[in-house]
């Protein structure tokens, strides 16, 4: 039986156990360092969201401890809050300028 010459050639190289396959796949350690640092940055994010709304929970609490008029608890929370979500933006800034310049 006779076929059209390329398919013959592939035939042969099939039965000559001669026949390559190139896979292009992505970059596995990428990806995971990547989902890494997204929920990474969410975890912070819930953490930070987390104490406002118990800083903010906490402003009604009375206490005879109090800063600037407010209880002291809830004005330390909402403080770490802010320190903390300034702490993330600016490492975020500053991974993504460490990526750019790659």
């Not at 390559?20 to 819930?46: H, P, Y």
């Not at 009604?60 to 004005?75: C, E, H, K, N, Q």
């Amino acid at each position: 039986m006779q076929f059209p010459a390329r398919l013959n050639a592939i035939l042969e190289r099939v039965a000559n156990n001669d026949v390559e396959i190139k896979v292009d796949a992505i970059d596995e350690r990428t990806l995971i360092d990547g989902m890494q640092k997204i929920a990474n940055r969410i975890t912070t994010g819930l953490i930070l969201a987390a104490l406002i709304v118990g800083a903010a929970m906490l402003m009604d609490v009375p206490t005879s401890f109090r800063i600037f008029g407010y209880p002291a608890l809830a004005i330390s929370l909402f403080v770490m809050a802010g320190g903390g979500g300034a702490a993330l933006v600016i490492s975020i800034l500053l991974n993504d300028i460490k990526v750019r310049k790659k």
